[in-house]
């Protein structure tokens, strides 16, 4: 018997040096946002008929959902730069028949997850060595409260990891959950399968945190509501069994993304550049008030909203920063974009203070771990917490040297994306083992950077 080739193959490391070059400038856009991209397929592979989806984010995480919901019975088909997904309808997925490799990607496995265990069917998940890392607990609790089941590999540290296989139970049993963690991926987990349950689904959570599902489900006509109690906690509330209607979805830039290069042009002299089209979504930009209040100069210009989200330009210029004790109520809404703050910190005058980010440990990567690693080897001044790194800003100065060839990216993307931009300052220039993460979630990254800085000669 022969067997074919998957296209899940393990990539190459690609390693790639940064230097100082010239100054930053010029207008650029930057691929589609990750987590409302993943949303997009999802929901209309669940609504009954033809959605269209323009501006979707063509990265190796959001092709792993697609390729999922293809294998679950969803046809999902791209013509130009326009994707169109036939939905199944609630309740419609069919079993696939081989296991489902999710690479990368954390928000895909957890929110297939939760479609699958409301769906009378068994599937089995793996995923990449990072991946196969990450803490599956989270989503198994409430989704074994409603009725699901799973086997799942434990780790050496006890916890529930891929490869995991969940045996879904239909009709399922709704849940009111209270989040122990402030999680996007477990409330969209639980949401998603409540959309094939009787009765109402209750998602309660203490801290806000990115809100694409609540927002896309009602525009595809799910029964959803959201209140704020007299203690500041977010109410969801979901009926299940409502067909969804096929939308058009255009998918705005994602923030996450724009914050490299926006934080390169802050630091590089001489730097002035647009970052057109960026979702702007107060969930999501906590990056950009406090590159704002440690100096930067960002401006949001053309604010509007489009399909439900408010999008900008985003203009930034060089400025000089200062540290800045970041507050705690701020970290959901720039859970993803602390790597990059970090370097923005390494370079400003004066002590960025972080707390409350224990969360980045069980990332992609270590994330506190992998970047006090690079920032050290880069000569910067740190001290790495339990919950958050406390940085020694100094003021421009990065000297990097000989220890800078060895910047360790784990598989994850947005370390990759991060060291690429302290090697535009840092004297020495770094050489970073592998950027081949990067094709998660910014396809075409290195040259997006190389263009704007050949823009200015
Ligand atoms: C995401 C939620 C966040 C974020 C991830 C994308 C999502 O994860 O870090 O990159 O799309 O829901 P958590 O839910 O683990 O905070």
């Known amino acids: 018997m022969t067997s074919k080739p998957t296209d899940q193959t393990i990539a190459e490391p690609k390693p790639d040096s940064f230097k100082p070059g010239t100054a930053l400038t010029g207008a650029i856009s ?216 096929p939308q058009k979805i255009k998918v705005p830039g994602d923030p996450s993304s724009a914050a490299f290069p926006v934080v390169a042009a802050l630091l590089v002299p001489g730097s002035d550049i647009v970052v057109e089209n960026v979702g702007i979504n107060p969930t999501r930009a906590g990056l950009f008030t406090i590159l704002q209040q440690m100096g930067g100069d960002i401006r949001f210009e053309n604010e509007q909203i489009v399909g439900g989200e408010p999008v900008a330009d985003i203009h930034v210029k060089h400025s000089k920063l200062k540290g800045i004790a970041v507050p705690a109520d701020i970290v959901p809404s720039m859970i993803d974009e602390f790597p990059i703050l970090f370097i923005a910190a390494a370079m400003a005058e004066g002590t960025t203070i972080t707390s409350g980010l224990s969360e980045l440990r069980v990332k992609e990567s270590d994330r506190l771990s992998r970047m006090a690693e690079g920032l050290n080897l880069l000569g910067a001044d740190l001290i790495e917490k339990e919950d958050g790194l406390t940085i020694n800003g100094r003021a421009g100065f990065l000297p990097g040297g000989t220890k800078a060839s060895a910047i360790k990216t784990a598989l994850d993307h947005r370390i990759a994306m991060s060291f690429a931009v302290a090697g535009l300052v840092t004297e020495t220039g770094l050489t970073i083992d592998d950027m081949s993460p990067t094709e998660t979630s910014f396809p075409g990254f290195a040259s997006m950077l190389a263009a704007l800085q050949g823009s200015a000669q």
């Open 30 to 245: 930057v691929p589609g946002d990750k987590s409302i991209s993943h949303r997009a397929l999802i929901l209309s592979a669940l609504a009954i008929g033809e959605s269209e989806i323009t501006g979707l984010l063509e990265g190796e995480d959001v092709l792993a959902t697609a390729k999922a919901l293809r294998a679950m019975g969803a046809q999902i088909d791209k013509s130009g730069d326009k994707w169109t997904v036939f939905g199944v309808g609630i309740g419609g997925l069919m079993e696939p028949e081989t296991v489902i490799d999710l690479g990368n990607s954390g928000t895909s496995v957890r929110l297939l997850m939760g479609l699958v265990a409301a769906h009378d069917i068994s599937v089995t998940f793996t995923g990449d060595a990072s991946l196969s890392k990450r803490p599956m607990g989270r989503v198994i609790e409430p989704l074994s409260a409603m009725g699901a089941d799973f086997t799942a590999r434990i780790s050496v540290d006890d916890k529930a990891c891929l490869p995991l296989t969940v045996r879904g139970l239909c009709p399922a049993i709704p849940l009111e959950y209270r989040l122990p963690v402030a999680s996007a991926q477990v409330k969209s987990a639980i949401l998603l399968a409540g959309l094939n349950i009787p009765g109402v689904t209750r998602v309660i959570e203490p801290v806000p945190t990115r809100d694409h599902s609540e927002t896309m489900l009602k525009g595809f006509g799910a029964n959803v509501t959201v209140e704020t109690d007299a203690n500041d906690n977010r109410i969801i509330s979901l009926v299940g069994e409502t067909e969804l209607s």
